[in-house]
């Protein structure tokens, strides 16, 4: 298996245009996230929070491939998704690589879609703007990133932002 390693978070941008400072908080969790598993073995990444919770950092890197996926291409660009995997099933190494590849591929939408475009497919059918989309995610980063933190504490006492 190919560890995760070499990560570089990018700093926020504190001023700039609303898509700039956004996409950069976004990425900065994103990047943390990937920075809680740095150096980590599947077996670790795998390993769970406690006793009866499910939730590892493998688990969080498929939810937040979901979330990607949902939140940017079936919100944000009005696909129709296909594919996914079942929980704890899929290999470390595909369930890193779809993830990388819904982040570039959000950012690729938010790149190309007006912050102020509503869709119509959001949650429970509500409209949403990819603005929102962008909000949304950060704070779902930022929760998760909380959960990754007491994850990896659990499993080698690291600690850190």
Do not use: N
């Amino acid at each position: 298996m190919a560890a995760i390693k070499d990560v570089q978070r990018p700093d926020y941008v504190y001023i700039g245009s609303e898509t700039e400072v956004l996409q950069r908080m976004l990425d900065h969790y994103r990047a943390t996230l990937l920075w809680k598993c740095e150096g980590l073995d599947e077996e670790q990444l795998r390993q769970g929070s406690v006793v009866p919770s499910e939730l590892s950092l493998f688990e969080l890197l498929r939810h937040l491939t979901d979330a990607e996926r949902y939140w940017f291409q079936v919100c944000v660009a009005r696909r129709e998704l296909t594919g996914g995997f079942e929980p704890g099933t899929a290999p470390v190494e595909d369930v890193l690589a779809h993830y990388l590849e819904a982040c570039e591929e959000s950012r690729q939408i938010t790149a190309t879609h007006p912050l102020d475009q509503v869709s119509f497919t959001g949650v429970y059918g509500q409209p949403v703007s990819h603005r929102f989309v962008l909000a949304h995610m950060i704070g779902e980063y930022a929760r998760h990133c909380g959960h990754a933190d007491l994850l990896r504490e659990s499993i080698d006492g690291a600690t850190g932002e």
